[in-house]
């Protein structure tokens, strides 16, 4: 009987520590094909649909492989490619957003991380670090009252929100490279939600 207590109560165990696997978010590789600013999941048909942000934080790892080197030979080389982040104010991101942004840096060899909002037409870009390449990193965006709060590594860097923001739809915004450019080549990007 003991043994057979043993083995039921084992068998609960293994089971109740498997299902933390369900709630866990897997990492999605998200795909930028060379000529393309659109990102989609890789080996997924390609989506127009929207997502909105379920609460007033995003946090998840990023971590970019060798497919972020990339050189424009100076031709907007310093333009900031888009990583993820949300719409605000029930407007369209151009309008009012926040996510943040990178760039390949051709002198330190890293990527270069910035917070990236547009506030009434508004745009704002700040840098708030580095990463290197295959270096997986937690992102944390969150909005405070009138004020959203980047946090990557060490840095945290408050940026105003509009100021008709008190409700509101945000809908998610996923990789985009450019400004005025197209990738290059394929470029991949590794996100996990936490």
Not at 62 to 75: I, P, Q, S, V
Not at 136 to 149: A, E, I, P
Request: hydrophobic share 35%; charged share 20%.
């Amino acid at each position: 009987m003991v043994r057979l207590n043993t083995i039921a109560f084992l068998g609960l165990f293994i089971f109740a520590m498997s299902c933390d696997a369900i709630y866990e978010q897997p990492e999605v590789v998200y795909l930028i094909k060379a000529g393309q600013h659109q990102s989609n999941v890789e080996g997924s048909l390609p989506s127009n649909g929207l997502r909105s942000l379920k609460s007033e934080s995003l946090t998840f790892t990023a971590r970019f492989d060798e497919t972020a080197k990339y050189d424009l030979n100076g031709n907007d080389q310093d333009d900031v490619n888009k990583l993820f982040g949300y719409s605000d104010c029930n407007s369209q991101h151009h309008e009012n957003s926040a996510r943040f942004g990178w760039a390949y840096n051709l002198d330190s060899e890293q990527v270069d991380i910035y917070a990236y909002t547009y506030t009434a037409g508004q745009r704002e870009v700040k840098l708030l670090g580095a990463t290197d390449i295959n270096e997986t990193n937690v992102y944390k965006l969150y909005m405070v009252g009138s004020d959203f709060v980047f946090e990557f590594k060490n840095a945290r860097e408050v940026v105003k929100r509009g100021s008709n923001c008190d409700v509101g739809l945000y809908y998610m915004l996923f990789p985009y490279f450019g400004g005025n450019q197209k990738a290059p080549h394929d470029i991949r990007i590794y996100i996990q939600e936490l």
